[in-house]
């Protein structure tokens, strides 16, 4: 006699209630119901975080062009449930090879990313590119829920 059950099951609702019977089958192929006495089993997905944001990644890249290198900075920005967040403004500082630090900000696209671009340069060694925050009207900025917060990028 089984007592137990379980299953997963995909792509539900944040925030519903389910309500669910169970059905089985034996290997005689006789089938039990148990819907609960007729009041059903329910159970209530958690609600996904509301409004709060972090970065999921940031990448680097160089463009050469005649001597000059122009770097390029991709972040994207999520919430809680890994959607993309539009119109998140993203500050960004840029170290470059000789230690000077330069800061831009700009807005994410509909599918949450945003490009910053340093250049053209002729310097070689390291560009190091950190998210210093991120700000958008009712929304909260979680740094430590962050999958990446710096990324570096070397220029020969």
Known sequence: MVTTHSATIPNLQPGTTYYFEVQSNDYFGNKAI?????SYYTFTTETAPENIMHVYS?????????NRNT?????KI????????A??????DITLPNDITISADAETDSIGFVTFDYGPTTKTGTYISTVTDVAKAD???????NLETSENFFVS
């Open 34 to 38: 148990d819907d609960n006495g007729g």
């Open 58 to 66: 940031i990448d680097m890249w160089s463009v050469p062009l005649k």
């Open 71 to 75: 770097i390029y900075t991709k972040v």
């Open 78 to 85: 999520v919430d809680g449930s890994g959607n993309a967040v």
């Open 87 to 92: 119109e998140a403004t993203v500050y960004l």
């Open 139 to 145: 929304w909260t900025y979680n740094p430590d829920e």
